[in-house]
């Protein structure tokens, strides 16, 4: 019960229904207020319990100084939690030992239970192995279901031992689609009270919801675990950034263009830690659909979240997904009783402001490596001529200006080449070069959950095919939406048969090649690539393209719409512009350009208002937790304690509350601890724990053939995060990492300094070292350290790797709270500063002192770094809560809350 220290308590009757809420306007101030802070204060008022949750923090909220940098901390209760199954897994493998740990502990593990509702999407772990044909996605199916029983079987008893818990089945749909066309409430209901409806997830992408007017945003599952139980999410009161758009897009332009310019204004901008939200005029001529894509990529600009207010677009998207009536009507009587209905017209107190007229966005890609590099698309092959420099070897580069022409490797128009012949299985040949496209995927719930662009990949698809054009013979073609109501307004459209016809065949219902799930190559496409160690692409609809995440054998990887990507495939080349050159000739040999098979604004949109109905959603969802008749006969251990396999390598007990008691250690300052990785900027949650293929000859590798997996069955790190010891071995293990200690390596490799001269070796097996001679270690990074995915694995990973501390000139929200969350210390270089400047090479030993001030109740803003080299600074804590320090304090968020549920 809310202590109503404000008697904002009152009554909203919508038809026959009454519901208890509470009011925003009996509080100073929150009239002015931006909508996401108001979303907050309404948190604060109806969790006051005069302790954790005071009449000051929300007098705080109400009094908010935009112009202030965040100093107040409060407590925010999420209305629920998301889950999708990599990040899920794990949450339930914990939540399974909590259970145990309180029973040893002499509690009651029933405690061990999500007290608010919490969903589980099974959306990662269908990978795009087959391709190309009409059974692709039911073979797709099946490899899924044989690889990942043990895990299904873990989720199952998950759905019937904890209450408050749902599990969506696989070959359903992606976590965020789901969540926009169904889960989503906009205002919750419970227990007679009307509230807005707001969440945590363990995906960044878990903003794609604030699209819908929904608060919420990822966190790592270690934090996503507390929420279940009941723990509110502490954080500081945000700077918000307004957002305003004016005007509308101009033909031609789509929603992918439309956030890859937002994300590139926002990157550059700076938001990270911040809110952003958008108003103006040009809100209300943006779809709920476009509103979706744009809050999906928050993670990639950097926000916590990126939310649109409610309006009428926001009614017609809840009726069009099937919301009961009285559900919409709830949602237009709240909003507009609390001052959350928009006004296009207003301007609300924002920390910062940017605006965007929408009619000056144009056709755009971004990549090769990162989302917010956006490059026009007009000016996409003349950069790839620049950018894939950085990707051919150092002979290949230097020849174009030492060697005489007669020796100098091949140069194509400026560009390097070394065109490779290539034998398909059917004896016919073809040539492929650096640039070409081996991967073309329509992917992602960014852009699948938008029934524009989806439509419009369609009809380039058909024009396509009329005119005699398919996708080149070395293209890797996906199709896999976010929901299966993409695949029936796709049918009754008549479009499937064209899709089908260019290489876009339905692969699966998941995330695929967005989050590395691609599947393998053709075998004759990847030993070309890799006997000639060729510079090639993907080109995929996704919101992430991260160095070694697409595919191992893509180096470049470009983020497009998903008509460009149909483009794309049957260009074949990112060498080609297909803003001017041919991508193709028709069947009287004349050329074809892209604005042939372009579709007008008009062909769209007739395609959308005719083949989309909210039957479609009703039939989709009617039974959405039920699965099918495989999910249904998966057998599963009964009991409110789960009966751990020995054998499994796929979900094991993790060692974390081994040795637990109820009364805390003591922290202690580091001594002696010698550096595991020196790392660059922008080193991301993918580069410290992969989510992609396991190599045979990593550590993980050779773990899994030690227990009888053959290599076939090795299956991603992803769909092995509820078995740490996979894990472990997989941390910082990304083909793609370059640790500066082990110069020329890439990969997972270090110096191990246990060893004379420290000689290289893997990550792993140099902690296994350091942690016999209890040597403790710490990791050194740059600018942006842990960007991308809210991974709890890659904190997890870290901590039990043996590293006690890491220093790094910048973090990313959530990977910097996920490693306190593992007891592990985030510190910052000094303002200007970095491992560079202070001359550090990663070869010293560090010892950090001051950290025992935390034993007093205080954080200490620094702490003392010295080396035995004689290097010494301040090095900025970056606890930056109360609730952060007691978290760190009890070696961890997991062991606090046991230990409070116990108390409690």
């Known amino acids: 019960m809310s202590a109503n220290s404000f008697d904002a308590r009152s009554t909203l009757r919508v038809g026959d229904e009454s519901y208890e809420i509470f009011k925003l306007d009996k509080v100073e101030g929150s009239a002015r207020l931006p909508y996401s802070l108001k979303v907050l204060l309404e948190n604060l008022l109806r969790t006051e319990d005069g302790a954790n949750i005071t009449a000051d923090h929300i007098r705080a909220i109400g009094g908010w100084d935009s112009q202030a940098q965040p100093s107040q901390e409060i407590q925010f209760t999420p209305a629920r939690v998301i889950m999708q199954d990599f990040t899920g897994v794990p949450c339930v493998v914990d939540l399974a030992t909590m259970r145990e740990a309180v029973k040893e502990l002499g509690g009651d593990p029933a405690k061990i239970n999500p007290l608010a509702p919490a969903e589980l999407v099974i959306d990662h772990s269908v990978i795009a192995d087959k391709f190309g044909t009409k059974d692709a996605f039911g073979q797709n199916v099946e490899l899924e279901y044989g690889r990942n029983k043990e895990r299904y079987q873990f989720l199952r008893w998950g759905q019937t031992a904890f209450d408050e818990f749902k599990v969506v089945p696989p070959g359903t749909g992606i976590v965020h689609q789901v969540n926009i066309e169904h889960l989503a409430r906009t205002v919750m209901v419970r227990n007679g009270q009307a509230y807005p409806d707001t969440l945590v997830g363990t995906d960044s992408h878990t903003t794609m919801v604030n699209g819908l007017g929904v608060l919420?945003?990822?966190?790592?599952?270690i934090e996503a675990e507390a929420a279940m139980l009941g723990q509110p999410v502490s954080m500081l009161i945000p700077r918000v950034v307004g957002f305003k758009l004016t005007g509308e897009l101009k033909p031609g332009t789509t929603a992918t263009d439309l956030v890859l310019t937002i994300t590139e204004m926002l990157r550059k901008h700076g938001v990270v830690g911040k809110f952003v939200e958008f108003y103006g005029e040009g809100v209300a001529a943006t779809s709920l659909a476009n509103r979706a894509t744009i809050g999906n990529m928050s993670p990639e600009f950097g926000s916590t979240a990126a939310i649109f207010p409610i309006d009428d677009e926001t009614l017609n998207y809840l009726r069009l997904t099937g919301r009961d009536a009285q559900q919409v009507a709830l949602v237009e009587a709240y909003a507009k009783e609390q001052g959350l209905w928009l006004d296009p017209k207003a301007e609300p107190d924002f920390s910062e402001k940017l605006e965007l007229d929408l009619a000056t966005v144009v056709p755009s890609i971004a990549g090769p490596k990162r989302p917010q590099d956006r490059i026009v698309l007009a000016n996409a092959a003349q950069q790839f001529a620049q950018d894939v420099r950085n990707y051919v070897s150092d002979d290949e580069e230097a020849g174009k200006e030492s060697f005489p022409a007669s020796d100098a490797p091949a140069v194509s128009n400026g560009v390097p080449s070394k065109p490779t012949t290539v034998t398909a299985p059917d004896g016919s040949t073809y040539e492929i070069d650096h640039g070409a496209v081996t991967v073309a995927a329509i992917t992602s719930c960014t852009n699948t959950s938008n029934p524009y662009v989806m439509v419009a990949a369609a009809l380039v698809a058909k024009k396509a095919v009329e005119k005699g054009l398919t996708r080149k013979p070395w293209v890797k073609t996906t199709l896999a939406p976010g929901s299966k109501v993409v695949t029936d307004y796709f049918d009754k459209a008549g479009l499937t048969p064209y899709l089908d016809k260019v290489g876009f065949n339905l692969v699966g219902y998941g995330c695929t090649t967005c989050i590395g799930n691609s599947g393998p190559l053709p075998e004759e496409v990847s030993k070309a690539v890799n006997d000639n160690d060729l510079a090639v692409t993907s080109v995929l609809s996704g919101n992430r393209n991260f160095e070694g995440r697409i595919n191992p054998d893509v180096k470049m990887n470009y983020l497009a719409s998903p008509p460009l990507v149909v483009a794309y495939a049957i260009a074949g080349s990112m060498k080609v512009d297909i803003t001017k050159d041919a991508l193709g000739t028709d069947q009287d040999g004349k050329p074809v350009f892209l604005a042939d098979i372009w579709p007008t604004e008009a062909e769209v949109n007739d395609v959308v208002a005719n083949a989309i109905g909210e039957d479609m959603f009703n039939k989709s969802y009617q039974d959405v937790f039920a699965g099918d008749a495989q999910w249904q006969a998966l057998p599963i251990p009964t009991g409110n304690t789960f009966e751990w396999d020995s054998e499994s390598t796929y979900v094991r007990k993790p060692p974390y509350f081994e040795g637990m008691t109820m009364e805390t250690t003591p922290v202690e300052d580091i001594t002696g601890a010698r550096v595991l990785a020196k790392l660059g900027d922008s080193v991301t949650t993918d580069h410290i724990s992969p989510a992609g293929a396991i190599k045979a000859d990593t550590p993980a590798g050779k773990y899994l053939t030690e227990h009888g997996i053959?290599?076939?069955?090795?299956?991603?790190?992803?769909?092995?995060?509820?078995?740490?010891?996979?894990?472990?071995?997989?941390?910082?293990?990304?083909?793609?990492?370059?640790?500066?200690?082990?110069?020329?390596?890439?990969?997972?490799?270090?110096?191990?300094?246990?060893?004379?001269?420290?000689?290289?070796?893997?990550?792993?097996?140099?902690?296994?070292?350091?942690?016999?001679?209890?040597?403790?270690l710490a990791i050194l990074a740059g600018k942006e350290y842990g960007s991308g995915s809210s991974r709890d694995w890659a904190a997890k990973g870290t901590a039990l790797?043996?590293?006690?501390?890491?220093?790094?000139?910048?973090?990313?929200?959530?990977?910097?709270?996920?490693?306190?969350?593992?007891?592990?210390?985030?510190?910052?270089?000094?303002?200007?500063?970095?491992?560079?400047?202070?001359?550090?090479?990663?070869?010293?030993?560090?010892?950090f002192t001051g950290v025992t001030e935390l034993n007093n109740g205080t954080t200490p803003r620094t702490v003392k770094v010295t080396t035995d080299t004689g290097v010494e600074f301040d090095a900025v804590v970056r606890i930056d809560t109360p609730g952060e320090a007691d978290y760190y304090r009890n070696g961890g968020i997991l062991q606090y809350v046991l230990r409070s549920l116990i108390r409690s």
């Open 216 to 221: 919420g945003w990822g966190v790592g599952g």
């Open 710 to 776: 053959e290599r076939r069955d090795f299956n991603s790190y992803g769909s092995r995060r509820g078995n740490h010891e996979v894990m472990i071995r997989g941390t910082f293990a990304n083909i793609r990492l370059r640790n500066q200690i082990a110069p020329g390596t890439e990969g997972g490799y270090t110096r191990d300094f246990t060893q004379a001269d420290g000689p290289v070796s893997f990550i792993y097996d140099a902690s296994q070292n350091y942690q016999a001679a209890g040597t403790p």
């Open 801 to 847: 790797l043996g590293v006690k501390a890491v220093i790094a000139e910048s973090y990313e929200r959530i990977h910097r709270s996920n490693l306190i969350g593992m007891g592990v210390l985030p510190l910052q270089f000094p303002e200007g500063q970095n491992a560079e400047t202070l001359g550090l090479t990663g070869e010293e030993a560090f010892s």
